[in-house]
């Protein structure tokens, strides 16, 4: 069975802080993702990569940044946090090809104050 | 540009009634298409592709290319279906196959 690790589940935040979210899997997938998740907006992805040390802008990727050292690990930071990136965020990967599915994690709660 | 449009927010009915969960996408050329079902604190996982041409959890979905449409069906809906569940459309692998969601319609089956 996959699975996709987000190091914490709940997270408090100040604003202008330097925030990092951590994602691991373990099933050598190629593709890794990351969304925020608000009510009524669905899923938005904010950037992606589909290998080690590649990196996709999605389509709010302002005020966040990611890097992927290793295949396994993709982390999400947040440059100096605000307000309104207080959402819920969720990681997912993939294996490359057609209708692979993603598979997510179980997402992190992260609150600005 | 390719997008998924869901159009209900909420949509209750109770135990035992047929259940249709819209989704309609705009794309050109043969889409890539799969539902997603959030239960109560649980993570997103995947339902259905329509590659597979599957039934889950007596749950369906046809692919309409005429009216671009992947529309979830279940004949008896069940309290254990109330989730959050989303619609996805595969982009183009040229913009890195992305999945592109729609806004998420929240099922509410009561008894």
């Known amino acids: 069975d996959v699975k996709v690790t987000q190091s914490s589940r709940y997270l408090v935040k100040r604003t202008g802080e330097k925030v990092f979210l951590e994602c691991v899997q373990d099933m050598d997938h190629e593709n890794m993702f990351w969304y925020r998740q608000d009510p009524g907006l669905g899923l938005r992805l904010i950037y992606f990569?589909?290998?080690?040390?590649?990196?996709e802008k999605g389509d709010i990727p302002e005020g966040y940044s990611v890097s992927r050292e290793k295949k396994e690990r993709f982390s999400l930071i947040l440059e100096s946090a605000s307000t309104n990136q207080t959402s819920m965020y969720l990681c997912?990967?993939?294996?490359?090809?057609?209708?692979?599915?993603?598979?997510f994690g179980d997402g992190t709660r992260l609150s600005i104050l | 540009a390719q997008r998924v449009t869901q159009p209900e927010k909420l949509l209750s009915v109770f135990k035992g009634a047929p259940v249709e969960l819209k989704c309609n996408y705009s794309y050109s050329g043969s889409p890539e298409l799969f539902w997603y079902v959030q239960y109560s604190r649980q993570r997103l996982q995947l339902l259905l592709r329509h590659i597979s041409r599957e039934s889950i959890k007596g749950f369906t979905a046809d692919l309409n290319k005429g009216e671009t449409s992947f529309h979830l069906k279940k004949p008896f809906a069940q309290e254990e279906d109330s989730a959050m569940y989303y619609c996805a459309l595969r982009a183009p692998y040229n913009q890195g196959g992305k999945l592109i969601f729609g806004q998420g319609t929240e099922l509410s089956v009561k008894p």
């Open positions: 997912a990967s993939s294996f490359g090809g057609p209708n692979q599915p993603q598979h």
């Open positions: 990569s589909y290998d080690v040390k590649m990196k």
